[in-house]
């Protein structure tokens, strides 16, 4: 299997010291697995259960509704539930226990809880609120579990050679006349025929104008001569994943301002990888790419006046309206967001992850240059900057869509290890 029972208890043992600074005699913190949502209108209908990450993380386990407590008194106790024999005619046997470990049976939580005089309840529950002793155990635990494992870059490295095959297959079948959605299903069919068991969100397909929309869902467009190909697309087992993009060209070679567009945006992403290291805050990295994105545009003729006006003004959100990454890993977006109560912004963009960062980090990639109609075309920001952008030359780029280039960096002691590098780049 993917964990050990050594893996999980060395995280136990990373997380209990830091835990033991905030808590006290009689106090214990419960992390809930969760319970499965039901369908709107849905009856006994449910999405697809998804342990809470920080209760899978400590537990190797996917069952609903268990918990995992710890306190100084008592060390950690799992509470776990018996499956029914229901569930076993219904779902047959479920692959829902990774980590077999001991645990007390989860009827007897409540009578357990009594000896304590305070509990403090994460994972998914609603009585998790974002303040007081319960945040900073939970901050800690986030800090902690972000920090990934062995074990965890293994399988992590494993999701990414899925990928390959999956992005291998799109170059394959990519021409003139394919459908957004037929690249779709090429893709996500050789993941899944290559050991995948979902995608980690809806996998993103944009052609032509499409490309410039954020989070395009696949339509029936067909792709023409000579178009950009946008396609975000991860790979997911157990809830662990790789969020990758590539920018394909449909037929031939690129023209000129396609060409300009991917080469910026490959320098971006080149310059910004360099930089990432630890001890680097992730928000530095965000204002180099902008500031280098603004520099490429007045190049292009696509800005004009003076530079260091135009990164003042922060006109390069009308082109790179988003975060340069975000942490990734357990899930598509890993922690970071949870502590980062009011988020701010730097250059227009609200960065989802505000932090430090640190060896085992896995954080993406994804510059992304892009002609977004709904900006460019309001007028609001016609006006606003209206002096900062060549608006007739703008005209000559409207239809292109948009690059983004998205890979997953693992930190490292001294810089990092691109963990998708394997999948091809147009080289230009
Ligand atoms: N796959 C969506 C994103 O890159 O954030
Ligand atoms: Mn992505
Ligand atoms: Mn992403």
């Known amino acids: 299997m993917y964990f050990s029972k050594q893996d999980i208890d060395n995280r136990r043992a990373r997380l209990a010291p830091k835990w033991n600074e905030v808590l006290t005699k009689g106090e214990a913190v419960l992390v809930y697995a969760g319970a499965p949502i039901q369908k709107p209108g849905g ?34 106790i799992e509470f776990q539930k018996v499956l029914g024999k229901e569930t076993a005619f219904w779902e047959g046997e479920k692959q829902d226990v990774l980590v077999d470990t001991p645990g007390k049976s989860l009827v007897d939580l409540d009578a357990f809880l009594k000896q304590f005089t305070t509990v403090y309840k994460l994972g998914q529950t609603s009585d998790y609120k974002k303040e007081g002793k319960a945040f900073t155990l939970n901050t800690l635990l986030d800090q902690t579990r972000r920090v990934k494992d062995d074990a965890e870059i293994k399988l992590i490295r494993h999701i990414a050679d899925i990928a390959v095959h999956g992005y291998k297959k799109i170059a394959e079948v990519l021409r003139p006349g394919i459908t957004e959605r037929d690249i779709q299903i090429a893709y996500e069919a050789e993941i899944f025929r290559n050991g995948a068991h979902t995608t980690p969100y809806d996998s993103i397909v944009g052609s032509g104008p499409n490309a410039a929309i954020l989070h395009f869902a696949p339509s029936q467009r067909v792709v023409g001569e000579q178009e950009l190909v946008l396609v975000d697309a991860g790979a997911d087992i157990y809830d662990y994943c790789v969020d990758i ?24 992403q080149d310059s910004c990888t360099k930089m990432t290291k630890p001890g680097v805050y992730w928000r530095d990295v965000h204002n180099k790419a902008a500031a280098l994105f603004t520099e490429g545009l007045l190049h292009l003729g696509i800005l004009k006046g003076n530079l260091s006006d135009l990164i003042a003004q922060e006109v390069v959100y009308m082109f790179f309206p988003h975060g340069l990454g975000h942490l990734v890993g357990l899930r598509v977006r890993d922690t970071g ?37 709904p900006l460019l075309e309001d007028e609001d920001n016609k006006k606003k900057f209206k002096e900062c952008i060549n608006w007739e030359e703008l005209n000559h780029w409207m239809n292109i869509g948009g690059v983004r280039i998205e890979d997953n960096l693992l930190l490292t002691d001294s810089g990092n290890d691109n963990l998708t590098a394997a999948i091809p780049k147009i080289s230009i």
């Open 43 to 76: 009856l006994d209908n449910t999405y697809t259960y998804l342990p809470h990450p920080s209760y899978y993380w400590l537990t190797g386990r996917r069952r609903e509704e268990e918990v995992i407590l710890y306190s100084v008194d008592t060390g950690w």
């Open 245 to 268: 993009t590539r920018t394909f060209i449909s037929s031939g070679e690129m023209e000129s301002r396609q060409k300009a567009l991917y080469q910026l945006v490959k320098l971006v």
């Open 337 to 373: 967001q949870e502590e980062n109560l009011h988020p701010k912004t730097y250059f227009g963009a609200r960065l989802r992850v505000d932090i430090q960062l640190e060896p085992g980090h896995l954080i993406t990639m994804e510059p992304g240059m892009y002609f977004i109609k």
